[in-house]
């Protein structure tokens, strides 16, 4: 099994910059999750997706993030444009469904200048 | 507004001796607990739950107890190993909507 695989593992970009990150989840998990962790604390959930439905964006910044998991299976989350506090790891995470717990990714680290 | 902590930001432990993590919550609505280990450059990995229906759930070296009259759950590792040294994030969630991470606590293990 291939588990959750996340792309790039690195990006370096200049602030206002458009930067995407991709994510491919385990085959047949319907859940899918975009974290953003910064440095020294635990994973915030930044949205949540059911199949190729947003169930849960509440706490997606939305005037510069953006996700789509069009056909239920990948995902993608945009930044445009990026600022400085963006810096964090982004991390992606699947799951067969509720009370499972969540497989992640090995994130991509973002870092702004 | 944390609604899940963890207190120790770090913790060190000789080999074979008992390692023990501990984890706070505010919330009484949450009712599954996990823990999961990060190594550096990796994404958490799932190591233990427990469902707040017990009061502790037991897999190889790793015991996870839940009070949850004093809303705290802790991990115990038993007997600790240099591999286990990592840090280790509590998880909280009602129903699995969204999980809530603590801010982690860095183990190490000293051979």
């Known amino acids: 099994e291939a588990g959750v695989v996340q792309s790039p593992r690195y990006k370096i970009i200049e602030k206002k910059q458009p930067v995407a990150f991709w994510c491919n989840p385990i085959?047949?998990?319907?859940?899918l999750y975009w974290y953003r962790q910064n440095l020294g604390q635990g994973p915030e959930l930044l949205i949540r997706y059911e199949n190729e439905e947003a169930v849960d964006d509440s706490q997606l910044p939305k005037d510069r993030f953006s996700a789509e998991r069009l056909k239920g299976v990948d995902s993608t989350l945009k930044i445009q444009p990026a600022e400085l506090g963006d810096s964090a790891v982004y991390l992606c995470?699947?799951?067969?469904?509720?009370?499972?717990?969540?497989?992640f990714g090995s994130g991509t680290r973002l870092t702004v200048v | 507004d944390q609604q899940v902590k963890q207190n120790s930001p770090s913790l060190s432990v000789q080999e074979g001796r008992i390692s023990i993590l501990n984890c706070d919550y505010t919330?009484?609505?949450?009712?599954?607990f996990l823990w999961y280990k990060k190594y550096p450059a990796e994404g958490p990995t799932f190591l233990i739950s427990i469902s707040s229906i017990k009061d502790k759930n037991e897999d190889g070296r790793f015991t996870v107890f839940l009070n949850k009259s004093a809303k705290h759950l802790s991990l115990h590792i038993v007997p600790s190993q240099p591999g286990d040294s990592a840090v280790y994030f509590c998880?909280?969630?009602?129903?699995?909507?969204?999980?809530?991470f603590g801010t982690g606590t860095s183990l190490t293990v000293i051979p």
């Open positions: 085959s047949g998990h319907n859940t």
């Open positions: 995470a699947s799951s067969p469904g509720v009370n499972y717990g969540y497989t």
């Open positions: 998880a909280a969630t009602n129903t699995g909507n969204q999980f809530y």
């Open positions: 919330n009484s609505m949450f009712d599954y």
